[in-house]
């Protein structure tokens, strides 16, 4: 049987730097949003389950038709820790791993998710994360071994704690492109966007 994370997809946020909600923006005549979730899609990957909290109902219609879980969190404004947590949650039991995409990452393509993908079944207890040349985070894979600690998460770290915790086995993956999010209407401009899914 071939080992297949489940992509949990991190759209929740209030966008309060950038003005409005970002995750409705258009690059390459497509919301941000939607492009995020063609490339978890893209991905061989067990299923996708995207996070929305902020603008819920207006992201969730630029999403419809794609083969997608959609799991709504009304705590969003707890931070990165509640919307991770929510996801965890929604995603079968049978999934050994999430793997979480933060939905700003518009330079992430299909093939960063799959440099990932291949080493964590090289190693499916481990955690994989993204090294860019600023932080190691996002996207990660997260084994279920570590779910219970997931969901105990609070705040707007997400799971860094876990990715700096000496104890454990984290795989690192060169991916400058994880360094790369949109805060404001001008990173529209400037940062790169991953591969154009066809």
Known sequence: MI???WVVLL?????????????????????????????????R????TVVLG???????????????????????????????????ASIPRTAP???VLLADQVAIGPADLELLIAAWRTAPRS???????????????????VFPELRRLRGDAGAKSLLADPSRRVIEIGIEAAAFDVDRPEDLDRQPIGAVIS
């Open 127 to 145: 955690i994989v994360a993204a090294r860019s040349s600023a932080t190691l985070g996002p996207p990660a894979i997260l084994p279920r071994s």
């Open 45 to 48: 990957s067990a299923g996708c």
């Open 54 to 88: 902020a603008h819920a109902t207006r992201l969730a219609a630029t999403v419809a038709g794609l083969p997608l879980t959609v799991v709504v969190h009304r705590g969003w404004r707890s931070g990165l820790a509640g919307s991770l947590r929510a996801g965890i």
């Open 97 to 99: 791993a999430a793997l």
């Open 3 to 5: 080992l297949r994370p």
């Open 11 to 43: 759209a929740a946020g209030g966008s309060r730097r950038f003005g409005s909600p970002k995750l409705l923006a258009r690059r390459h005549g497509e919301t941000l949003l939607r492009h995020a979730a063609r490339v978890a899609l893209s991905c």
